[in-house]
């Protein structure tokens, strides 16, 4: 694991020493976004077919509600006739999950990286390169005690979250609709009882505002990894808006209707 992080840390320095020209002191954050959407471009396949799955998951809807009548007090039944039935149609249930899974072990060797005082032995430099003025190996709260809030440090952090803000909206309107679209091809979901499932509303609630959670890790993570998130969360909003640009339409009426 080591020699590893030392590769990894050479393989971060020398993209920071490539992009020096162009950022000079922040080439190392400038580094940490280009690996970022290295990592994303390299999963970008897999978001194209997670897109095509959950288009035919959405097809699916209303013999997916068909079942729920059907089977609805009948869990085991119910569970078999939706897998069953996702076999013949030759749509995966879980293939939306692999782009996020692919993408954690960039996300810990980054997080890793820079939350070590050193790397292989030798003292980790990284952790005092800045973007602007704020050290990539430093936290929120190292911002809040040397200058504030609005302070050399604490600016960078306070546009990391206006940005990781604009976001989070864009991603809460766009679920928003989607719940929407959903909800209108097939009823919620009933237990053996024909009564809705507990917590479902509040779960319905909370989904639209997961985004927001990314707040969060600006706040508590070392400023690189916080970049990474950011960086990754952006390219997901803008990817999402491109490969299902053609069901906006249907989700805005939906929405409308309702």
């Known amino acids: 694991m080591s020699a ?79 897998l069953e039935l996702h076999r013949e149609e030759k749509v995966s249930p879980l293939s939306g999950c692999l782009p996020s899974l692919l993408q954690l072990p960039a996300f810990f060797l980054l997080f890793h990286l820079f939350s070590n005082a050193s790397i292989g032995g030798e003292p980790n430099d990284l952790l005092s390169h800045t973007l602007f003025e704020a050290p990539l190996g430093g936290h929120w709260k190292d911002a809040l005690a040397d200058g504030g809030p609005f302070g050399g440090h604490g600016l960078v952090y306070l546009a990391l979250f206006a940005l990781v803000t604009a976001v989070a909206t864009f991603n809460y309107r766009r ?73 906006v339409p249907v989700k805005a009426e939906v929405a409308t209707a309702g």
């Open 175 to 247: 679920t928003k609709l989607q719940m929407a679209a959903s909800a209108a091809l097939t009823p919620a979901p009933t237990g053996p009882d024909g009564q809705p499932v507990p917590g479902m509303g509040a779960i319905n609630k909370l989904m639209p505002l997961m985004s927001f959670m990314t707040l969060f890790s600006v706040a508590v993570l070392p400023l690189a990894a916080s970049l990474y998130i950011v960086t990754s969360t952006t390219w997901s909003a803008v990817e999402r808006a491109v490969l299902y640009r053609d069901m």
């Open 4 to 82: 590893f992080m030392s590769a990894f840390a050479r393989l971060v320095g020398s993209l920071a020493d490539a992009l020096e020209p162009l950022f000079h002191a922040s080439a190392t954050a400038a580094a940490i976004v280009l690996f970022t959407a290295l990592v994303r471009l390299a999963v970008h396949p897999l978001s194209r077919a997670s897109a095509r799955g959950q288009k035919a998951r959405m097809k699916l809807q209303p013999k997916i509600a068909e079942l729920r009548k059907k089977h609805g007090k009948n869990p085991e039944r119910m569970q078999k006739a939706l």
